[in-house]
């Protein structure tokens, strides 16, 4: 691993949480980015992602957010089990982690997040005051409200703090086209700035190098690309 990444425990709820963190190698203070990782967890695509943030100018950190499940259970169970309401406490503690951190701007800080994660980073920076933006990719069940919480992430886009970047597959069924249009249209109804690029010839995880049959390189260069310029301009 790089000199500066590294493995953190935070406690949360009495149960001991592992985050990934990265930060660049020059001073600060930077801006931050929570990166809410896909259903596998902080594997090798989420902390690739993590220190490739890090490269760029951001301090990165990726919060576990299956630590309440039992350790090697099948993290299609894990996503089952989880609750919206624990999902936010997880990223409030890591951002105030981040904020406490010397070489970090708290005024600047950005969630971003795959798959699940896309859908997590709608709910932080909806819920989450620390938040100024989000960037979402292929954020599937957007819709769905999990465990004890009281809306959906779509639900809840009045609440949303700052723009949105949005990245998706054309050939996705979650989120399908059509998601992904009823998303953009009630974002432009709240007067919410966005911007959405969806991908021909890519399906659901597209930026996964560890899966060939999903990855698709062109469009993971383009998009990351786009964000970071992106995060420029808004973070």
Same mark, same amino acid.
């Given at each position: 691993?790089?000199?500066?990444?590294?493995?953190?425990?935070?406690?949360?709820?009495?149960?001991?949480?592992? @985050?990934?963190?990265?930060?660049?190698?020059?001073?600060?203070?930077?801006?931050?980015?929570?990166?809410?990782?896909?259903?596998?967890?902080? /594997?090798?695509?989420?902390?690739?992602?993590?220190?490739?943030?890090?490269?760029? #100018?951001?301090? !990165?950190?990726?919060?576990?957010?299956?630590?309440? =499940?039992?350790? #090697?259970? %099948?993290?299609? %169970?894990?996503? !089952?089990? $989880?609750?919206?309401?624990?999902? @936010?406490?997880? $990223?409030?503690?890591?951002?105030?982690?981040?904020?406490?951190?010397?070489?970090? /701007?708290?005024?600047?800080?950005?969630?971003?997040?795959?798959?699940?994660?896309?859908? @997590?980073?709608?709910?932080?920076?909806?819920?989450?005051? !620390?938040?100024?933006?989000?960037?979402? +990719? +292929?954020?599937?069940?957007?819709?769905?409200?999990?465990?004890?919480?009281?809306?959906?992430?779509?639900?809840?886009?009045?609440? $949303?703090?700052?723009?949105?970047?949005?990245?998706?597959?054309? /050939? %996705?069924?979650?989120?399908?086209?059509?998601?992904?249009?009823?998303?953009?249209? =009630?974002?432009?109804?709240?007067?919410?700035?966005?911007?959405?690029?969806? +991908?021909?010839?890519?399906?659901?995880?597209?930026?996964?190098?560890?899966?060939? #049959?999903? +990855?698709?390189?062109?469009?993971? !260069? %383009?998009?990351?690309?786009?964000?970071?310029?992106?995060?420029?301009?808004?973070?």
């Amino acid at each position: 691993m790089p000199p500066h990444a590294r493995w953190e425990k935070l406690l949360v709820e009495n149960t001991e949480m592992d @985050v990934f963190v990265d930060e660049p190698t020059t001073p600060g203070p930077h801006p931050a980015i929570v990166v809410a990782h896909h259903r596998a967890g902080n /594997d090798v695509a989420t902390t690739k992602f993590v220190q490739d943030l890090a490269g760029c #100018g951001y301090v !990165a950190a990726s919060p576990h957010l299956h630590h309440r =499940r039992p350790k #090697g259970e %099948d993290t299609r %169970d894990s996503i !089952a089990n $989880l609750d919206d309401n624990q999902i @936010v406490a997880d $990223l409030n503690a890591t951002a105030e982690m981040l904020q406490m951190m010397n070489n970090v /701007d708290p005024n600047r800080m950005a969630i971003a997040g795959h798959c699940m994660g896309g859908r @997590v980073s709608f709910l932080g920076v909806a819920e989450i005051g !620390a938040f100024k933006c989000n960037v979402a +990719y +292929y954020s599937g069940n957007m819709f769905k409200v999990m465990g004890t919480g009281d809306a959906s992430p779509f639900e809840k886009l009045a609440k $949303l703090r700052g723009p949105v970047l949005g990245f998706f597959g054309a /050939d %996705d069924q979650n989120p399908s086209s059509d998601d992904v249009a009823k998303i953009a249209e =009630r974002l432009s109804e709240l007067g919410i700035e966005h911007e959405f690029h969806s +991908y021909e010839g890519a399906g659901h995880a597209f930026q996964n190098f560890t899966n060939p #049959g999903h +990855y698709r390189p062109a469009a993971t !260069a %383009d998009s990351m690309t786009k964000m970071f310029s992106w995060l420029k301009k808004n973070l």
